[in-house]
């Protein structure tokens, strides 16, 4: 079905779940908060799906964009950890994360639309109009909605939401 393999599946279900957990949080935390069940939920998806890339893709970048996503994830999560960043830490950790979110979401986007529906799919051509219209929508939606969090962020710190 969709031309997945078994380990594709693994990769797919696995990884999944963030991209509910990450629309949760932004809609009712403002950002991707680790500290909550959602943020739990959010890192151990990521995870599944940044490692199992590494066995299913095709595309030479995808290795790469993996490992940025898991530099940006543990960065993400870790940067509240550390006292000496001061007021950076909640900056570094929305950013990171909300990094790991657009890297979720191009290729979910990419691979949803050159395999549904089945057997006919939406884009076959990886230069299709549609395929990049979509792309640069998601790249618009993150860096107008970065640019949202870092401003209520200084606006109003952690109490924003």
Same mark, same amino acid.
């Given at each position: 079905?969709?031309?997945?393999?078994?380990?594709?599946?693994?990769?797919? &279900?696995?990884?999944?779940?963030?991209?509910?957990?990450?629309?949760?949080?932004?809609?009712?935390?403002?950002?991707?908060?680790?500290?909550?069940?959602?943020?739990?939920?959010?890192?151990?998806?990521? %995870?599944?799906?940044?490692?199992?890339?590494?066995?299913?893709?095709?595309?030479?970048?995808?290795?790469?964009?993996?490992? =940025?996503?898991?530099?940006?994830?543990?960065?993400?999560?870790?940067?509240?950890?550390?006292?000496?960043?001061?007021?950076?830490?909640?900056?570094?950790?929305?950013?990171?994360?909300?990094?790991?979110?657009? &890297?979720?979401?191009?290729?979910?986007?990419?691979?949803? &639309?050159?395999?549904?529906?089945?057997?006919?799919?939406?884009?076959?051509?990886?230069?299709?109009? =549609?395929?990049?219209?979509?792309?640069?929508?998601?790249?618009?939606?993150?860096?107008?909605?970065?640019?949202?969090?870092?401003?209520? %962020?200084?606006?109003?710190?952690?109490?924003?939401?």
């Amino acid at each position: 079905m969709f031309g997945i393999t078994p380990l594709g599946w693994l990769h797919t &279900l696995g990884s999944l779940p963030a991209i509910p957990a990450a629309a949760y949080m932004i809609f009712r935390f403002g950002r991707i908060k680790p500290d909550s069940v959602p943020g739990y939920i959010y890192f151990v998806c990521m %995870l599944v799906g940044s490692l199992t890339i590494f066995l299913v893709a095709k595309a030479p970048i995808s290795p790469a964009i993996a490992i =940025v996503t898991m530099l940006c994830l543990f960065g993400g999560y870790a940067a509240n950890r550390y006292a000496f960043l001061g007021r950076l830490r909640k900056y570094i950790e929305t950013s990171f994360l909300s990094l790991t979110v657009f &890297l979720l979401m191009v290729p979910s986007v990419s691979e949803t &639309l050159r395999r549904v529906p089945d057997g006919h799919p939406f884009v076959t051509d990886p230069n299709s109009v =549609v395929l990049k219209g979509a792309v640069g929508l998601i790249a618009a939606v993150f860096v107008s909605g970065l640019a949202a969090q870092i401003y209520c %962020l200084a606006r109003y710190g952690d109490r924003a939401r």
